[in-house]
T-cell receptor, first 110, second 113 residues
Framework: GQQVMQIPQYQHVQEGEDFTTYCNSS?????IQWYKQRPGGHPVFLIQ?????EVKKQKRLTFQFGEAKKNSSLHITATQTTDVGTYFC??????????FGAGTTVTVRA | EPEVTQTPSHQVTQMGQEVILRCVPI?????FYWYRQILGQKVEFLVS????????KSEIFDDQFSVERPDGSNFTLKIRSTKLEDSAMYFC???????????FGPGTRLTVL
């Protein structure tokens, strides 16, 4: 079955620094979504990427979908304490199922 | 803003007991999902539901699990005979159509003793 792998599992970042989390699928995806889960909270949708090579930005967050539609990345610049949480990618290969990666848990040192 | 709601927020049960977790999806959504998240681990897909039937289920969703949409608003997950390893956070999610985002409910924390 489809597997979505995400690295790193943990990211400890100094406030103000940049970091990137990576997502790789074992199969070609129709689209990929990114979610953020704050500690004790539920996943909240951030963005969806559909086209090969697509790049989208949300303020300090840059999302990229690979040319082969099998990988994706999330890059955060100038990390802030509000960025704390777990970032999940979720790949869709058919109409009905999202396969979540294991998530990257981000902590920020002030 | 419309949101997915779930009840109860926390359910404690004895091993072997049946539990029903309830969800009210967003009213105009057509696709419904259950996920579980064991503490500190990733979100795992359980089942998707569309057009009053299961559209896909994972290997976790065995005969002990069932889902229902008994009326136009509720979406339930039943676990017939709970096991210790069923202890987890269970999230309901709904989606208006394919290729849209999923909206997650706040979750039900299930503790099996």
């Amino acid at each position: 079955g489809q597997q979505v792998m995400q690295i790193p599992q943990y990211q400890h970042v100094q406030e103000g620094e940049d970091f990137t989390t990576y997502c790789n699928s074992s199969t070609t995806l129709s689209n990929i979504q990114w979610y953020k889960q704050r500690p004790g909270g539920h996943p909240v949708f951030l963005i969806q990427l559909v086209k090969s090579g697509e790049v989208k930005k949300q303020k300090r967050l840059t999302f990229q979908f690979g040319e082969a539609k099998k990988n994706s990345s999330l890059h955060i610049t100038a990390t802030q304490t509000t960025d704390v949480g777990t970032y999940f990618c979720a790949g869709r290969s058919n109409d009905y199922k999202l396969s979540f990666g294991a998530g990257t848990t981000v902590t920020v040192r002030a | 803003e419309p949101e997915v709601t779930q009840t109860p927020s926390h359910q404690v049960t004895q091993m072997g007991q049946e539990v029903i977790l309830r969800c009210v999806p967003i009213s105009n959504h057509l696709y419904f999902y259950w996920y579980r998240q064991i503490l500190g681990q990733k979100v795992e897909f359980l089942v998707s539901f569309y057009n009053n039937e299961i559209s896909e289920k994972s290997e976790i969703f065995d005969d002990q699990f069932s889902v229902e949409r008994p009326d136009g608003s509720n979406f339930t997950l039943k676990i017939r005979s709970t096991k210790l390893e069923d202890s987890a956070m269970y999230f309901c999610a709904s989606m208006v159509g394919t290729y849209n985002e999923q909206f997650f409910g706040p979750g039900t924390r299930l503790t099996v003793l």
